[in-house]
């Protein structure tokens, strides 16, 4: 969830996720030692670790976060990621793969584009956000490329392979392409809302 992810201990960008812990403890750990998990990104360390490169997946899950509910967060939500790790991937790869995912998804009418951020497992990093036919930008997720500590952490050689990484919260696409006002309908349970789908 963390080192291999190039968050050591005491990473600044871990106070951001390192946020609701369990009393379960596992064969060997301590109660309260397991976090519940922030990103889905834990899967992109395992495939690595289990396959060889060409790598092309994608990651779907709930995930847990100190957020504070509201019309675009609630604390536990379900993300999706994408990894894809193979020879000559660069930035252009993923800013394609993003633009055809938000036509393929959204509709024709929608456009994408990244903006400069920072994840410690991504170099460069990037959000991306949405544009609406009526010409709003939504933020939708996380992306970039690979970290070379990333790389090494999940077996494979950065100077032979590169990948990119995108994640978003899938509660936040399905408010956008059904417009829904406030995500925290998506959880109440109330049939009026539900018959809508």
Request: hydrophobic residues 35%; glycine residues 12%; aromatic residues 12%.
């Amino acid at each position: 969830n963390f080192e291999a992810l190039n968050m050591g201990e005491g990473h600044p960008a871990r106070g951001e996720f390192d946020t609701l812990f369990v009393d379960y403890a596992p064969p060997g750990g301590e109660p309260g030692h397991t976090v519940l998990r922030t990103h889905t990104s834990p899967v992109q360390i395992r495939t690595m670790l289990g396959q060889e490169p060409p790598i092309y997946i994608v990651a779907p899950g709930r995930v847990f976060r100190r957020d504070t509910p509201d019309a675009t967060h609630m604390p536990v939500f379900h993300q999706i990621e994408g990894l894809v790790i193979d020879r000559g991937i660069t930035l252009a790869d993923l800013a394609g793969t993003i633009e055809s995912f938000t036509k393929a998804f959204f509709g024709e009418g929608f456009t994408s584009r990244l903006r400069p951020s920072y994840f410690p497992f991504t170099e460069p990093s990037a959000e991306f956000d949405i544009r609406t036919p009526k010409g709003d930008w939504l933020e939708l997720g996380g992306c970039g490329m690979v970290h070379p500590n990333v790389l090494r952490a999940g077996g494979v050689d950065p100077e032979e392979f590169s990948g990119f990484a995108f994640g978003f919260g899938i509660d936040r696409m399905a408010k956008e392409r059904h417009s829904i006002n406030d995500v925290r309908e998506m959880y109440t349970n109330d049939i009026r809302f539900l018959e809508q789908f």
